[in-house]
């Protein structure tokens, strides 16, 4: 009988696969050691806590690892982008006082919005104004800014007598002054508070049209009410970057061919204090463009010639007839509208759009009255011409029912799915879905960004708002949120932002934002990079997020991880240092965050 092989035991088999398997895995662990950047986790002298573990690991190199195809930006062979000259120092490339010239001053047009051509936009980075300043924080600037970040004396001197602000020192102060406001801003709100119920909650959101240095929109703060305060660029010098630098919303705007830039049904109620708009001229164009941003039930307020003109006729340029006569086409024009004239005091009157329409379809049958808007879109609200006519109110079975339906007061309505959600395909599982994502992330970015809860900013803007979610779960801090939705996203959902009572405006971020340079603390960007991929630079958009944002301000970008390492690189070359950070989903998600912190 042959002996047995020993090589062919299985015992010997098994022992040399364990054998192999280890030399193997020691090979491995040597070849790593020696390559790697950083000395291994066992070479460390203490341990890490989870906390110090995750912050080891979440800047990360991803520079070799991914194949999504992106858009190639000209800048191999830039180090730094250079600062534009110091006259570019307030520069508004879509608001450009040297371009009104090139177009028709025929209904303010010349003010209107109008960019320049990718051609046409300086590569340059705008610069602050010399001795700039961290602005006050709020509350204190409500009240407070220093005029070397505003070094504009006209204002001062030409309203000096009504007080919009004063220049004392190197500050400049706020005294809640207006042309219309003979006894302070709180007085004059004292006296619409007689017709209009600011304390119900029932009023959030207000538009304020022609609005000088916005005391008015920060006086209604005292409210809990948000104002939407808009006014064009004029020979009064920046006043809009005077409401921003107060901490104040405001966006550069006005009432001439094309829409404003927000839904239909947004704004309880709506507000011109001798803001100078040709109310009757054009058909009544510019009431009904108010008619259609007004919600059924909000209220109008004017104040100002030729309200009350019997008592104020003296004191104006015009004469006595033609003011009788003004508010004679006025008065008319908003009983077209079917508006109910609740108080005329002093040179206040108030106005409230009815609950639905009603009353006015039967009355546009019998009596002579405005035509009703057909075919349009009553929520298009970015480059569409106005239309002389009334945005008609979802029909309603009742003459009690309010058109769209009611809304909770605040601060309820602020989580609670209001009812546009479902029109919009939103289903109240998806609503407080939302919500929930929402505060969870804010509680991350509370984590990688520690100033986000030590008051440091107040201005933010949410380049990709959604539904608001993002502005809903920063409500605990002092700040206001401008929720931005690109006009052309899958889901237009800025209805239901104002609906929650934030408010925000349309954008197509491959042109400049409505705002002057230095005007917001945190800028948020969702997804926004991986929207415009393929419809304009990169660049284009990083150089306008530079000029919006304040000295000392941060951004916080959030997209795919090739996206960020990519716009990682373009901020380099900006003086923007960031870091490229996991999001709250965790080392294993696609999504990264860039967050870059100029205080820091």
Partial sequence: MAKPNPLKHPLLKYFISILLVSLSYILGMYTSSNNSTSPPLQEQKQPL???????????????????????????????????????????????????????????????????????????????????????????????????KNLPFKELSEVKKTQNW??????????????????????????????????????????????????????????????????????????????????????????????????????FDMAHCARCLVPWTKYDGLYLMEIDRVLRPGGYWIFSGPPINWKANYKGSEVGAQELEQEQARLEDLAVRLCWKKVAEKGAIAVWRKPNNHIHCIIKSRIWKSARFCINSDPDA????????????????????????????????????????????????????????????????????????????????????????????ALTQYPVWVMNVVPYDAKQNNLSIVYDRGLIGTYMNWCEAFSTYPRTYDLIHAHGVFSMYMDKCSILDILLEMHRILRPEGAVIIRDHVDIIVEVKGIAEKMKWNGRILHSENGAFHPEKILLIDTCC
């Fill in 165 to 266: 602000v004063r220049l004392e020192g190197d500050l400049l102060v706020f005294p809640g002054g207006g042309t219309s406001f003979r006894k302070g801003v709180k007085g004059y709100v004292d006296e619409i508070k007689r017709f209009v119920p600011l304390k119900s909650g029932s009023i959030r959101t207000v538009l304020d049209v022609g609005c000088g240095v916005a005391s008015f929109g920060a006086h209604l703060m005292d409210y809990n009410i948000l104002t939407m305060s808009i006014a064009p660029s004029d020979k009064h010098e920046a006043q809009l970057q005077f409401a921003l630098e107060r901490g104040v919303p405001a966006m550069l705007g006005i009432l001439s061919i094309h829409r404003l830039p927000f839904p239909s049904r947004s």
């Fill in 381 to 472: 609200g970015w480059y569409k011409k106005m239309e002389p006519c009334i945005t008609p109110l979802l029909n309603v079975t009742d003459i009690h029912d309010i058109s769209g339906g009611s809304l909770e007061k605040w601060s309820k309505r602020l989580n609670i799915a209001p009812p546009r959600t479902k029109s919009e395909g939103i289903s109240g599982a998806a609503f407080e879905g939302d919500n929930q994502l929402w505060k969870r992330t804010v509680r991350h970015y509370g984590i990688i960004l520690k100033s986000l809860s030590r008051g440091r900013y107040r201005n933010i803007m949410d380049m990709n708002a959604g539904i608001g979610g993002f502005a809903a």
């Fill in 49 to 147: 806590n989870c906390h110090q573990l995750y912050f080891s690991l979440s800047v990360l190199d991803f520079e070799s690892h991914h194949t999504l195809s992106l858009p190639q930006e000209p800048l191999r062979n830039l180090q730094f982008f250079n600062f534009c000259p110091p006259n570019f120092t307030n520069y508004c490339p879509c608001h450009d006082p040297s371009r009104e010239t090139d177009f028709t001053a025929e209904r303010f047009f010349s003010r209107e919005r109008h960019c320049p051509e990718p051609y046409e936009k300086p590569m340059c980075l705008v610069p602050r104004p010399a001795g700039y300043k961290r602005p006050f924080s709020w509350p204190k600037s409500r009240d407070y800014a220093w005029f």
